[in-house]
C-alpha cells in the first residue's frame, strides 16, 4: 500500500517563503498524479497544485498560480511544493495526495485521489 509522508510546514509572516516535501514509498511510476491540497479551519479541503508522472503537466489553483511550484524528484519519489509570497489566507493544513489513471476532469478533485498524507501545518502570520 503506498504511504505519503509530508513535511516541511511551520509558522512564517506574510510574504516569505515555505517547502513543502511529501515522499512515497513505492516508484512514481505506480503513481500517474501527484498533487497536494489544503484545508482551513471550518473549510472544505481545496485543490491547490498537481503534477502528473508522465507528461510532468503541472495544474495549479488560480489562488497559487505565480507564487506555488509544483515538482518531482523521481530518484528520490518525492514531490515538492514550493510556496512564495505567502498570505494568511494560505494558511491551512496541506496534504499530499496521489492517484493512478486520473481524468482530466478530476485532477482537481479530491475524488480522484485514492491516497493520502498525513497533513502538514502552515501557518502564515500577518
Known amino acids: 500500500q503506498v504511504q505519503l509522508v509530508e513535511s516541511g510546514g511551520g509558522l512564517v509572516r506574510t510574504g516569505d517563503s515555505l517547502k513543502l516535501s511529501c515522499a512515497a514509498s513505492?516508484?512514481?511510476?505506480?503513481?500517474?498524479?501527484m498533487a497536494w491540497f489544503r484545508q482551513a479551519p471550518g473549510q472544505e479541503r481545496e485543490f491547490v497544485a498537481a503534477i502528473s508522472y508522465r507528461e510532468g503537466r503541472t495544474y495549479y489553483a488560480d489562488s497559487v498560480k505565480g507564487r506555488f511550484t509544483i515538482s518531482r524528484d523521481n530518484a528520490k519519489n518525492t514531490v515538492y511544493l514550493q510556496m512564495k509570497t505567502l498570505k494568511p489566507d494560505d494558511t491551512a493544513v496541506y496534504y499530499c495526495?496521489?492517484?493512478?489513471?486520473?481524468?482530466?476532469?478530476?485532477?482537481?478533485?479530491?475524488?480522484?485521489?485514492?491516497?493520502w498524507g498525513q497533513g502538514t501545518q502552515v501557518t502564515v502570520s500577518s
Open positions: 495526495a496521489a492517484g493512478s489513471s486520473i481524468h482530466a476532469t478530476l485532477v482537481k478533485s479530491t475524488r480522484g485521489y485514492t491516497t
Open positions: 513505492v516508484r512514481f511510476f505506480s503513481l500517474s498524479t
